[in-house]
């Protein structure tokens, strides 16, 4: 993340789903919010052109930004909606809806410069258009409150500005009722920016809680199963081998016993796999799986062979028990996709071979145990 520097407060250090989840929020107005601009737009422009000396041509220019930009706004938004799409495209078009939409906003910004008329019933009516307007903005709460507070800034205070050259008490007054109304909004819209980012951290919490065993606050599955997915997806972009080992306990205890040497074993996996991008966690309730990115056939037999001699010489105890022993399945493969990849993904057709190298090192697992046990087995798998 660190590539994508936006600032938008907490939001990017959410986890794609959380980020995912809050960006499809925010396309769920992108169509409001085109209509509501080329609509407000056309209508200032056809009240405008009533009043000369403006041309036809600075009117059609500034209505043909507004419609791009709020089309492409619309656009962008739309892919929040994709329910796969990597991390780097998720952050990429967000900081491009966050860059058109302030340029949106300023473009309305300036039409208080460039369509600015002394005509106090256009003025009233072009100064109720870019409060509307400015309430557009507060959808980008989602994502930042200062990001949210400029694009409100953008729209009125340029018109505000403009008010205070006639002399006419008018003019001020129209001015002040829009830095009123700028503070107002801006200020008023914290309490709610601090409650999203109080929903986010909760929605955090929660998916922490999910994502994570209760017995060794390792990994459980369902997380193993979300970043086993996003890995090989990586790997076989970057053309980089992947590997998996699946360990299990030899020694059959009973239930409170088990949970002990479960913890024992989880905390010495914990401290003894610590490679960057490497992950331990908990498969169900007897076996671990370790995620090992850039590793090759070679190197996991090599790595799977040294863990199975520490645990064993390390002598963990546990309960009633002096030492115990595991059992490795490891597999090894090259990642490889049916089709170019873009943002969006074929879960049919990206499950499939993931699940080749799972199943062939539960494969491996299970051979090691029927030879009674202590021993790492290699199974290979067919790209």
């Known amino acids: 993340m660190g590539k994508h520097k936006l600032s938008t407060d907490n939001f990017l250090v959410l986890p794609t789903a959380v980020m995912h989840e809050q960006l499809a929020c925010l396309a769920s107005y992108g169509a ?6 080329t609509l407000a737009a056309l209508f ?7 009043y000369p000396p403006f041309s036809a041509g600075l009117l059609v220019a500034w209505l043909g930004g507004i419609v791009i930009l709020a089309a492409s706004c619309w656009w962008t938004s739309s892919h929040f909606q994709i329910d796969k799409i ?8 967000t900081q491009r809806y966050v860059l058109l939409s302030t340029l949106l906003h300023a473009l309305w910004g ?42 409100i ?4 205070l340029p018109m505000a500005l403009m008010l205070l050259w006639p002399s006419e008490a008018i003019f001020r007054l129209l001015s002040l009722v829009l830095v009123a109304a700028a503070l107002v909004a801006v200020l008023a819209s914290r309490p709610l920016a601090q409650l999203m980012s109080n929903f986010q951290q909760a929605q955090l919490k929660l998916l922490e809680q999910m994502n994570t065993d209760s017995l060794t606050q390792l990994p459980n599955r369902r997380q193993f199963e ?14 980089e081998p992947l590997a998996l080992l699946m360990l299990s306990i030899d020694q059959a205890t009973d ?9 024992a074993l989880a905390s010495y996996l914990k401290s003894a796999v610590q490679r960057a991008g490497d992950l331990v966690a908990r498969y169900d309730e007897q076996r671990f799986i370790v995620l090992l990115p850039m590793t090759n056939p070679e190197e996991v037999a090599q790595l799977a062979e040294k863990l199975r001699k520490a645990i064993e010489y390390k002598q963990l105890t546990c309960a009633q028990l002096n030492s115990l022993t595991v059992s490795i399945g490891a597999a090894s493969c090259q990642p490889q996709v049916t089709r170019e990849q873009t943002y969006l993904e074929n879960d049919q057709q990206d499950v499939a071979y993931p699940a080749l190298l799972l199943k062939a090192c539960e494969y491996a697992l299970r051979q090691a145990n029927q030879r009674g046990g202590n021993q790492v087995m290699i199974e290979p798998v067919a790209n």
């Open 110 to 151: 300036a039409s208080g410069i460039l369509l600015f008329t002394q005509q106090l019933a256009v003025l009233a009516v072009h100064s109720a258009l870019l409060l509307l307007i400015s309430l557009g903005a507060l959808p980008i709460l989602l994502l930042s409150w200062p990001i949210a507070s400029v694009q």
């Open 32 to 37: 409001v919010l085109f209509w509501l601009h």
């Open 44 to 50: 200032l422009c056809l009240l405008i052109w009533a």
């Open 255 to 263: 239930t409170q016993a088990s949970e002990q040497c479960v913890i």
């Open 86 to 93: 990597s991390e780097d495209s998720l952050l990429s078009r």
């Open 153 to 156: 800034a953008a729209v009125l």
């Open 226 to 239: 979300q970043l086993f997915k996003l890995e090989w997806r990586r790997s076989a972009r970057t053309r």
